[in-house]
């Protein structure tokens, strides 16, 4: 593990220097992994399945024969797809219940996780769990960006009050920086942002919530929690967030918010907007993030939370309007739920539901699309050569029946270690 561990800071120390200028895309090597050759595997390439013999050398995929074999897998004619991923959830960062959580997307064939806001003093000790070949892979952004009496304020005040946070923080004062950033200004901004980088986040997120009433709420105590940064200061955080070579991904609630986002050029919206209001987005705002190469993540498990609301059927099919809206100009869809006790298999599942997008859509969004918009300078969520050797085989062909495809897992293999 040690030779492993090396490598992997030599390669992502290099690659991270380059990757601020030119953002070259590299793969993670395991020296400590099986030299294997996989025969009569039908593998994915992106729109169909291909037969093919193909060989594993240092947790690298590779489709010419390699010099050493240390073992020969018969995949029986069974279906080979990339790893699926979460590009939205917060429940990696507490102690309880981390074990069984981590199995569960392993079990699952989740291998990679966006954690969209944590606090380093918690998840630190547990990040022996996290960034292995045998583990869940993370990304972390850490404190979000928010004005004063913004979301996530009124959450970390709950959760101390709870004693979530016992032994970590005394007042919600202590968590200010660990917990969220206040900005209200440009002055803020710029006094603040050696402080941010000092946590060393993965991206940046910043936190939009019905910007069209900003003036309406920013100093008003009944929108506690509910409300967000100055859309007026979107387009300068995300400048100088691209100048430190860090990646933007922004909450949004509202279609204004949606617009304010695309229009600043975040790189990623961490929400269908609209899933609680029930407003459509315009074609426009949609053609502009497909012009600036903005992602967005699903998270639609949240419209069940309104289940109980009069109107939920109309939430439902707002939010389907949406997703057809942005599927309509191309705009790039990940799968990400922002649900504590999901792994994002709900969330597929709903979108499976609601028939907007085909089987290979909906793998695409959840391989492919999900894990670039993780990790954007890896080789992995595809299935080529000196790609990273993860990859999921399957009983059935997704392509022509894809409900409940993660129970048709029957061999889990990352960085070319077989997952127990």
């Known amino acids: 593990m040690k030779n492993y561990t090396l490598l992997v800071l030599l390669i992502f120390g290099i690659c991270c220097t380059t990757s601020e200028k030119k953002n070259p895309k590299y793969a993670l090597a395991n020296p400590n992994s099986l030299s294997m050759k996989f025969i009569n595997g039908l593998w994915y390439n992106g729109a169909s399945f291909e037969r093919k013999t193909v060989w594993l050398e240092n947790g690298i995929l590779r489709f010419s024969k390699i010099k050493a074999l240390d073992t020969v897998i018969d995949l029986e004619n069974r279906f080979v797809i990339p790893p699926f991923a979460e590009a939205h959830n917060h429940n990696l960062e507490s102690e309880y219940g981390l074990d069984k959580r981590i199995n569960a997307y392993l079990e699952n064939g989740v291998f990679y996780v966006k954690l969209l806001s944590s606090i380093k003093k918690r998840i630190a000790p547990l990040m022996h769990n996290y960034n292995k070949p045998d583990g869940l892979d993370v990304q972390m952004a850490h404190a979000p960006l928010t004005g004063n009496g913004g979301h996530p304020i009124a959450l970390r005040k709950r959760f101390l009050q709870m004693g979530h946070f016992r032994g970590i923080f005394n007042s919600l004062r202590d968590i200010e920086s660990h917990g969220y950033f206040i900005i209200d200004s440009l002055k803020q901004l710029e006094d603040k942002w050696e402080n941010i980088l000092s946590f060393e986040p993965d991206f940046i997120?910043?936190?939009?919530?019905?910007?069209?009433?900003?003036?309406?709420?920013?100093?008003?105590?009944?929108?506690?929690?509910?409300?967000?940064?100055?859309?007026?200061?979107?387009?300068?955080?995300?400048?100088?967030?691209?100048?430190?070579?860090?990646?933007?991904?922004?909450?949004?609630?509202?279609?204004?918010?949606?617009?304010?986002?695309?229009?600043?050029?975040?790189?990623?919206?961490?929400?269908?907007?609209?899933?609680?209001?029930?407003?459509?987005?315009?074609?426009?705002?949609?053609?502009?993030?497909?012009?600036?190469?903005?992602?967005?993540?699903?998270?639609?498990?949240?419209?069940?939370?309104?289940?109980?609301?009069?109107?939920?059927?109309?939430?439902?099919e707002n939010v389907r309007h949406n997703l057809e809206i942005l599927k309509s100009v191309d705009v790039k869809l990940a799968i990400g739920s922002d649900m504590y006790n999901d792994t994002s298999v709900h969330e597929f599942n709903l979108l499976n539901e609601l028939n907007v997008f085909s089987s290979q859509e909906l793998l695409t969004m959840w391989t492919e699309n999900a894990t670039e918009t993780i990790f954007p300078y890896r080789k992995i969520g595809k299935l080529k050569e000196g790609y990273e050797a993860s990859f999921l085989v399957l009983h059935k062909n997704p392509i022509e029946d894809i409900s409940n495809i993660n129970q048709s897992i029957s061999l889990r293999i990352k960085q070319g270690v077989i997952l127990k």
Request: proline share 3%; hydrophobic share 35%; charged share 30%.
């Open 205 to 316: 997120k910043i936190m939009l919530l019905h910007s069209e009433e900003y003036a309406q709420r920013k100093n008003d105590t009944i929108y506690f929690g509910k409300k967000g940064l100055d859309p007026g200061l979107v387009k300068a955080i995300v400048d100088k967030s691209h100048n430190s070579g860090l990646r933007v991904s922004v909450h949004v609630a509202t279609s204004y918010d949606f617009h304010v986002a695309v229009k600043a050029g975040v790189d990623e919206v961490a929400h269908l907007p609209e899933i609680h209001n029930g407003n459509p987005i315009t074609k426009e705002d949609a053609l502009l993030a497909k012009k600036k190469g903005i992602t967005v993540v699903t998270t639609i498990s949240l419209v069940e939370k309104n289940r109980d609301r009069e109107n939920y059927r109309q939430l439902v």
